[in-house]
């Protein structure tokens, strides 16, 4: 059965008055392990609220939103989950904040779902980063299963943010000359040409190459220079 048909069924009758704002709800029976937090976007109130029904009964936590503006407005909680996001609605289109999320660098995977959809649409959403692009009506378990995919995919962008986070740590450590030693061995050079560039003596540079292995916690110059590659800095400037 369609998840649109199954929805009429289930809740034939469209909320009234002005829907602003649904708080999560905690819907897992293992309070130890918090519920992922499926953020739904659509302008369609009687829509959203029964995808959120359906959700909260599958263990869920719902939170919901009336536009593209309001999600954004809306101080998210640090938990696993992804955005159900329709692709026309008044005021922001589902694309236009995709971009929006994508400038501030959100890691929370999309899912589109909506009924007006067409190829050139959906492989502009995919190429830009969405996670799925599903055509209403769909089928519980498509849904569930498209949300499982894009929670495994924020656990795994979430992983990889920390240890970013966690190099940047590392560095934030640093003297400003270890930082500039750091820098140039990463990118090859050896004690002689360094202590040369900076201006030194050969013993300082090993003495502060000494102290930056020991700062990022790496027995090897390759293990720094990963490093350095996972925080961008081999690719920028000199």
């Given at each position: 059965m369609s998840l649109c048909r199954m929805m009429a069924n289930?809740?034939?009758r469209r909320a009234k008055g002005r829907y602003a704002y649904s708080l999560p709800v905690r819907a897992a029976s293992d309070m130890n392990?918090?519920?992922a937090l499926i953020h739904i976007i659509d302008d369609d109130v009687s829509f959203r609220t029964a995808i959120g029904r359906l959700l909260r009964a599958s263990?869920?936590?719902v939170a919901l939103y009336h536009s593209g503006e309001q999600f954004l407005n809306v101080l998210l909680a640090d938990v696993p989950g992804c955005i159900l996001l329709d692709m026309r609605m008044s005021g922001l289109s589902g694309l236009q904040l995709q971009d929006r999320l994508k400038q501030v660098d959100s890691i929370l995977?999309?899912?589109f779902l909506t009924g007006h959809g067409d190829i050139p649409t959906s492989v502009k959403a995919i190429k830009a980063g969405a996670e799925d692009f599903l055509s209403k009506p769909v089928s519980k378990d498509t849904l569930l299963e498209a949300i499982e995919r894009a929670i495994a995919r924020y656990r795994e962008r979430?992983?990889?943010r920390d240890q970013i986070d966690h190099y940047r740590a590392l560095l934030s450590t640093f003297t400003p000359r270890e930082g500039e030693?750091?820098?140039l061995v990463v990118r090859g050079q050896m004690n002689k040409?360094?202590?040369y560039e900076l201006g030194t003596t050969v013993r300082t540079i090993k003495a502060h190459r000494r102290?930056?292995?020991q700062k990022l916690k790496v027995r090897s110059v390759a293990e720094a220079v990963s490093i350095a590659e996972r925080l961008g800095i081999l690719s920028a400037k000199n």
């Amino acid at each position: 059965m369609s998840l649109c048909r199954m929805m009429a069924n289930e809740y034939p009758r469209r909320a009234k008055g002005r829907y602003a704002y649904s708080l999560p709800v905690r819907a897992a029976s293992d309070m130890n392990t918090p519920a992922a937090l499926i953020h739904i976007i659509d302008d369609d109130v009687s829509f959203r609220t029964a995808i959120g029904r359906l959700l909260r009964a599958s263990g869920y936590q719902v939170a919901l939103y009336h536009s593209g503006e309001q999600f954004l407005n809306v101080l998210l909680a640090d938990v696993p989950g992804c955005i159900l996001l329709d692709m026309r609605m008044s005021g922001l289109s589902g694309l236009q904040l995709q971009d929006r999320l994508k400038q501030v660098d959100s890691i929370l995977p999309i899912l589109f779902l909506t009924g007006h959809g067409d190829i050139p649409t959906s492989v502009k959403a995919i190429k830009a980063g969405a996670e799925d692009f599903l055509s209403k009506p769909v089928s519980k378990d498509t849904l569930l299963e498209a949300i499982e995919r894009a929670i495994a995919r924020y656990r795994e962008r979430r992983k990889q943010r920390d240890q970013i986070d966690h190099y940047r740590a590392l560095l934030s450590t640093f003297t400003p000359r270890e930082g500039e030693v750091f820098a140039l061995v990463v990118r090859g050079q050896m004690n002689k040409q360094i202590a040369y560039e900076l201006g030194t003596t050969v013993r300082t540079i090993k003495a502060h190459r000494r102290a930056v292995m020991q700062k990022l916690k790496v027995r090897s110059v390759a293990e720094a220079v990963s490093i350095a590659e996972r925080l961008g800095i081999l690719s920028a400037k000199n």
